[in-house]
């Protein structure tokens, strides 16, 4: 028989009736065997996610508030209180609240407060499905740098092994150190991936409240296309770029065993949604672009030095001095006599910039550095433009058209992407120009 994990995410999990909704359509589908779920998120524009509350009260226990974390916590209580009351059953939530707040303010830890939202969601979960509730911890696992680590899946297996059916907190799982441990923000997506491949689900359905991966961000093009299907390579591409339907991580534990995920509206569930898949066949008529993303928060090193080609170690310099900074390279663009370095602004403390320009000076001998600060990336991606002729000249000539200036170019050697560097002012309208290039 089929089997299918459905992971929920916050807007699935906001309160008692759209809870109820999610459990109807789990309850739709008998190969629907494990649900993982996310914290509750908002229930309206200007509400604040179960997620963002716990922050709010770990943070307040840190700096030993005490009223404000009384404050944040009855916020807290009336959320998972609101919700058992909706639900109309016992569901114990008055002393689990209680053992957490225990545990938060005799010294748990950051992670542990910050992941009881999943916690909590998933008893609930488990409660009105009567269906066994199964720990992370019990098989997430996180080496001393935080990743995860490969054991996950096969500990996966063998636990899930003893429950035909089990809900599942999401988010989170055991550090090296023996306590919990939560992935990045919006992790639970990673979650969902690592139940369907420790259990080899046929598919991972991943509910939300949109219909599909759209091909670029509907706050800035009406009613853009929804992808059918989208490659993991693209969903990769897409999500790094800033398009935040799916955590960019939750590609890499189905990949290997080739699980499909499926995109699908919690609000719409007949909605086909989109399919993302190990790889895609292009049919002819099939759009040569696939989705664009952008995002803003970069800074760009330019350098130019005539014959740079000719000079062997000149690039290992100039990159030598980045990775003393400890600063990470988003891209690398480079002629024959010039070099770009793309840097992610969150990797930069104030006037390192100018400290790592000077140092770039003293390393190598050049002709001109140069920096731009904000800066946008776009991606425009698709495999479809591999063996499209044209399709950066129609690129260009849109974004000329728009008057925008491109000041960075970067199209990676599969051809799966072109990204272009544009001022942060400029990065809707790129989007928009690009989207009607190839969608209108
Ligand atoms: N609740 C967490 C967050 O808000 C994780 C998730 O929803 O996937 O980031």
Redesign the pocket.
Known sequence: MELKVCKF??TSMADGNVILNAAKIVSADVSRRYVVV??PGKRFGGDV?V?DLLIALYDAYERADRATFEKVFEKIEGRFLGIEKELGSDLKMRKTLDTVKNEVLSGAGRDYCVSR??FLAAQIMSEILHVPFVDATEFVRFDERGILKEETYSLAARVLANYPRAVIP??YGLGADGKVKTFS?????ISGAVVARGVNADLYENWTDVSGFYACDPRIVDAPKCIEELSYRELRELSYMGANVLHSDCIFPVKSAGIPIRICNTFRPEDKGTYIVPAIKRRVGDTVVTGIAGKTGFTTIGIEKSMMNAEIGFARKVLSVIEKHGVSLEHLPSGIDSMSIVIDNTFLQEKEIERIVEEIEAAVSLDRIYVHENVALIATVGHGMAKSIGTSARLFKALSEAGINVNMIDQGSSELNIIVGVDAKDCNACIRAIYHEFFN
Do not use: L, P, V
């Not at 923000?185 to 997506?189: A, F, K, Q, S, V």
């Open positions: 995410g916050g996310s914290a996610k997620t939202g999943e999401g988010f923000r919006g992790g639970g997506d």
